[in-house]
């Protein structure tokens, strides 16, 4: 009877799903989905539909969008954002209001669901929702059409390039940073020339925000940017919340410190600075890090050793 105890038993069950009690274990969580009393259970059951790919329980899935707990709908959404197709024109038809509903909440997601059931299409739904009241909301329609940017015909691009670039310098560190991503890959380099400005003339800005400035200059190779990382690439107790992802930053920039330090972080006592490395290493596609990489595989273990094959393959995708 007590909830917490059902919440566990549903973690433990859907952790042993295999092909021979698959067909069960559906109808368990299509139950629990309906009638379960507490909303944190039919949470868990959304989420776990999602994590083991249960497409066939899509039909539950867009009953319970009429559920009177708005964190399950939210649940239920990410579920079907993740599981549910274009061609399926019950979800399209039942998603596509939730993105004017009322909880910031629920638009939020149902706009994350949106881009992957109309791909291309959701233009027009993505940047009407640039001047959503929420902030949350207003940032997630900027990262989706981050994404989807590159996949924009030439047309397209050009009509909606003045547009986005009217709404770019927000009050929001992280929404300039996206918009300037965003805006250069339409070809409006001054975007990240402004980022730049901006940086270096405003006092006060947090420093998760800096953060992910140095990440956007590494990632876009940003030279103009490096008198600026320079300034703030530190290590050991004076590395501070922005010393590393200026180190990465540089690296990306072809600086040979930064790209010595990121290899010394590979010889880390820690194993999450040699994990930020290996990441670090990923992002950039730092190819000369190999044999290093292979090095550290010969005495690495556990979740460690998958993180080294991981960034082994997504290097082998940079070889000529």
Request: aromatic share 4%.
């Amino acid at each position: 009877m007590r909830s917490e105890v059902r919440r566990s038993a549903l973690v433990d069950l859907v952790r042993n799903v295999d092909v021979e009690n698959r067909r069960e274990v559906v109808a368990v969580l299509a139950r629990i989905l309906r009638q379960d009393a507490d909303p944190l259970v039919r949470e868990v059951a959304a989420i776990a539909i999602a994590d083991n790919a249960m497409v066939e329980l899509v039909p539950e899935l867009l009953v319970s969008l009429d559920d009177p707990a708005p964190r399950v709908r939210q649940m239920v959404l990410v579920a079907l954002g993740e599981l549910a197709e274009a061609t399926h024109a019950d979800v399209v038809e039942r998603v596509r209001p939730l993105l004017q509903s009322p909880l910031p909440a629920l638009r939020y997601q149902a706009l994350v669901a949106w881009r992957r059931l109309a791909g291309a299409g959701a233009t027009a739904e993505l940047v009407a929702a640039l001047d959503d009241p929420d902030l949350e909301v207003r940032w997630i329609a900027w990262t989706l059409i981050e994404e989807t940017v590159e996949k924009w015909d030439d047309s397209v691009r050009e009509r909606l390039r003045a547009s986005l670039l009217g709404r770019a310098d927000a009050d929001c560190e992280r929404i300039r940073v996206v918009a300037a991503s965003v805006l250069l890959r339409l070809g409006e380099p001054a975007a990240m020339a402004r980022l730049l400005a901006h940086v270096q003339s405003v006092s006060g800005i947090d420093r998760k925000a800096l953060a992910e400035v140095a990440k956007c200059f590494g990632q876009h190779k940003y030279a103009p940017a490096r008198d600026w990382l320079l300034g703030h690439a530190r290590r050991g107790w004076f590395e501070g919340a922005l010393g590393w992802p200026a180190t990465v930053a540089l690296a990306g920039l072809g600086d040979a410190k930064a790209q010595h330090a990121l290899l010394e972080e590979l010889n880390s006592a820690s194993v999450r600075r040699r994990g930020r490395a290996l990441e670090a290493i990923i992002a950039l596609g730092f190819v000369a890090a190999r044999e290093q990489v292979r090095a550290l595989g010969r005495r690495a273990t556990g979740a460690e050793s998958w993180l080294v094959r991981e960034t082994l393959m997504a290097l082998d995708k940079h070889q000529p």
